[in-house]
């Protein structure tokens, strides 16, 4: 006889999905607080996500991540949306309420910030200015942290113009977007670099970019995790910057939706990030 009303259920919808780690992640949580419970894949096709949301709460369960392309579709399948979701247009976790309701959230500005606190305990976000690179989906939620933590000057640089510019009218506060070709003069003076472009990442060429102006005192930042050392983070270690790969911030974002979804907020601990590490 089990100790719980019902069995945890939790997952991932994507398509594709299958190389989502968040299964590994939530999983070690389930038997790290002995809790009976399962966090699956779950590959949904575009037009089928309305139909698979909605049979969450009837199929028992807590809820789901939602990655690459749901994010922003979700938007008009929940319920409610969070206000720090509507902020980073998207949604990464959707919470099934106990009256059967879904409640669209977004914990990847929140894991990114606490991804670099555990990283550098002394940074803060109002040290100087921050060079952020790209403005995607990865770098909206990373813009949403830093001037929730109190960013005063935040450089944006994208290949294409339009999306930086955008992002500059829509947040305002202490972002300015300058011109893609102006990277290796933004980094004069800066307190941080963040890369959150898709370059350095695995199948892709390195990010173009010279740290010659970057001070040394600077940390860097790339949000992407596979590699865990992209050619930017060695660049930036051999040259002596502190260097901050993008593991953390998966794993931290887990945290509030286990929380939302089980009632737990779980560590993430050194045995989590190794075995993590080699599933990449
Ligand atoms: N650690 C985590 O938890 C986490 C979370 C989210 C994302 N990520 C990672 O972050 C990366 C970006 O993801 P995303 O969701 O933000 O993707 P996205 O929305 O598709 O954005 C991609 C960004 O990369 C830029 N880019 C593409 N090709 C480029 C090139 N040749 N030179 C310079 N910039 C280029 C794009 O610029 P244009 O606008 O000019 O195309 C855009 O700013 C991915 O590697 C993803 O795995 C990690």
Redesign the pocket.
């Known amino acids: 006889m089990s100790r719980q009303e019902r069995f945890h259920l939790a997952g991932v919808m994507g398509w594709p999905v299958m190389h989502s780690r968040s299964p590994v992640i939530h999983n070690h949580w389930f038997a790290k607080h002995g809790l009976e419970g399962r966090y699956v894949p779950l590959g949904v096709e575009v037009e089928r996500l309305p139909a698979a949301l909605r049979a969450l709460p009837a199929l028992g369960f807590s809820g789901c991540n939602l990655t690459?392309p749901h994010k922003r579709a979700a938007f008009s399948v929940v319920d409610e949306v969070d206000p720090l979701a509507r902020r980073i247009g998207a949604v990464n976790c959707v919470v099934v309420r106990p009256d059967g309701s879904l409640f669209g959230r977004n914990n990847?500005g929140w894991?990114y910030i606490e991804s670099i606190v555990e990283a550098a305990p002394d940074w803060r976000a109002d040290a100087g200015p921050i060079v952020v690179?790209?403005?995607?989906?990865?770098?909206r939620?990373v813009l949403v942290g830093l001037a929730d933590r109190g960013a005063k000057e935040i450089r944006l640089l994208?290949?294409?113009a339009e999306?930086a510019r955008q992002l500059e009218k829509e947040f305002g506060g202490p972002i300015r977007a300058l011109d893609w070709s102006a990277r290796n003069e933004a980094l004069e003076g800066a307190a941080m670099l963040i890369n959150?472009?898709?370059?350095g990442?695995v199948g892709q060429?390195p990010?173009?970019i010279s740290l010659q102006r970057l001070p040394v005192s600077a940390l860097v930042s790339d949000?992407?995790?596979?590699p865990i050392e992209t050619p930017l983070l060695a660049a930036a270690r051999a040259r002596g910057n502190r260097a901050v790969n993008?593991?953390g911030?998966?794993l931290h974002?887990a945290r509030p939706a286990f929380r939302d979804w089980f009632g737990i907020l779980p560590d993430v601990t050194a045995e989590l990030r190794g075995m993590l590490e080699a599933t990449l």
């Open positions: 690459m990847d894991g690179l790209g403005a995607g989906g990865g770098a939620a994208n290949r294409s999306p959150a472009t898709s370059q990442m060429p990010l173009d949000i992407i995790y596979i993008g593991l911030m998966l974002q």
